[in-house]
């Protein structure tokens, strides 16, 4: 059985600690736990979108970096 567990939450909240508590009691269990990372998946996301003109609902927004 494969359980998915998203944890989500703004920068600084406590994400990766929670992931590496859940990690730690599922591995006393005997279970293997995968942590994905979502960051390159989004960028790719993200990339496709801002290069592509012919999308009319935008899921992202550049920021800039002063």
Do not use: C
């Not at 979502?38 to 592509?52: A, C, H, P």
């Amino acid at each position: 059985m494969t359980v998915k567990v998203f944890i989500l939450g703004r920068p600084g909240s406590g994400k990766s600690t929670a992931a590496r508590r859940i990690a730690k009691l599922v591995q006393h269990k005997g279970w293997s736990p995968v942590r994905i990372s979502d960051y390159d998946i989004l960028y790719n996301m993200f990339q496709r979108e801002k290069n592509s003109p012919n999308i009319e609902l935008k899921y992202f927004v550049t920021t800039q970096v002063s």
